[in-house]
Nanobody, 115 residues
Framework: VQLQASGGGLVQPGGSLRLSCAAS????????MGWYRQAPGKQRELVAV???????TYADSVKGRFTVSRDNAKNSVYLQMNSLKPEDTAIYYC??????????WGQGTQVTVSS
């Protein structure tokens, strides 16, 4: 299974970005797809995850600003990020968890929020 993420970049505080991630390969039943991020010197943390049952989980720091969505027909997950803050600067990784032991990561896409 391969995950290809795109959409990162440099944006000013208060701006918006939309991340996309498409999964390909021999995908079994998907349990969830979502996004994590890792800032320099910090551990990777959950940003937003969408389960196949419809549940969406967000980090407290992004609630009300970020929205995760999926296109199941395309095995894709998206992250709409609004009202971006400098503290959102990080490498964003998409993740796919299968029903079972399989868990896969994309290559990461850099998001930099700076004036």
């Amino acid at each position: 299974v391969q995950l290809q993420a795109s959409g990162g970049g440099l944006v000013q505080p208060g701006g918006s970005l939309r991340l996309s991630c498409a999964a390909s390969g021999s995908i079994r039943s998907i349990n969830s797809m979502g996004w994590y991020r890792q800032a320099p010197g910090k551990q990777r943390e959950l940003v937003a995850v969408s389960s196949s049952g419809g549940r969406k989980t967000y980090a407290d720091s992004v609630k009300g600003r970020f929205t995760v969505s999926r296109d199941n027909a395309k095995n894709s997950v998206y992250l709409q990020m609004n009202s971006l803050k400098p503290e959102d600067t990080a490498i964003y990784y998409c993740n796919l968890d299968e029903l079972g032991p399989g868990s896969y990561w994309g290559q990461g896409t850099q998001v930099t929020v700076s004036s």
